[in-house]
């Protein structure tokens, strides 16, 4: 009786795979921006790009997404009412040709800014970063200098391991931001940019 032939059944090596897509995909700093918006258009890991570089965002902790929820519901409550439209990541803002990031929060005062575009933000009035514990020189110096590049005229950085909010406003005479102010506990986190918006300080930390 003849014999039928073993069919091995199981995935390529890993290494096998990791040449084909190193084939495939371009190289570090070789990544053209539609390039970029496809790739993000098809996964969900946090990705920001700068002049054909991908960097790889950490994924976000509980503590992270507790916070940024409390956060979202605060200026969305007081936003939208008022015709604006607040988002969360992962939205992609453009800072210029060739930058994008990924902002945990943007604003916009107007929902019918032409900004306001389906695949990624070319501008925002007001972006937030609840500050990462892996690498939190990208929220507190990296990004406080792309934003201030793209013209983002107000910046709120959120800092769980401080328990500190900083707000920024945008100079007028450079692309560069100046404190408003840095709230603790006890105190209320004051936008600049939107009279009347307040967050207390303790209720943001404390959000599980």
Not at 60 to 65: A, G, N, R, S, W
Not at 87 to 102: D, M, S, T, V
Request: proline share 6%; net charge negative.
């Amino acid at each position: 009786m003849a014999t039928a032939p073993t069919l091995t059944a199981g995935a390529r090596p890993v290494q096998e795979w990791k040449d084909v897509l190193a084939e495939i995909l371009p190289p570090q700093g070789r990544w053209s921006e539609e390039e970029y918006l496809v790739l993000t258009g098809h996964r969900n890991r946090l990705v920001e790009f700068t002049d054909g570089f991908l960097e790889l965002l950490p994924i976000p902790t509980d503590k992270h997404q507790s916070v940024l929820k409390f956060l979202f519901l605060a200026f969305f409550g007081f936003a939208e009412p008022r015709g604006g439209k607040v988002h969360f990541a992962p939205l992609r803002l453009q800072i210029r040709p060739g930058k994008f990031r990924e902002p945990d929060l943007l604003l916009l005062l107007s929902a019918d800014d032409p900004r306001r575009q389906n695949r990624f933000w070319v501008g925002a009035d007001l972006a937030l970063e609840v500050v990462s514990e892996e690498e939190p020189e990208r929220d507190l110096v990296d990004k406080r200098s792309d934003y201030a590049e793209g013209c983002v005229p107000e910046y709120w950085i959120v800092n769980t391991q401080t328990e500190t909010i900083t707000v920024l406003r945008l100079r007028a005479d450079a692309h560069e931001y100046e404190e408003a102010g840095t709230y603790r506990r006890g105190e209320s986190a004051v936008s600049t940019l939107m009279a009347g918006f307040s967050v207390a300080v303790a209720s943001v930390f404390d959000a599980d």
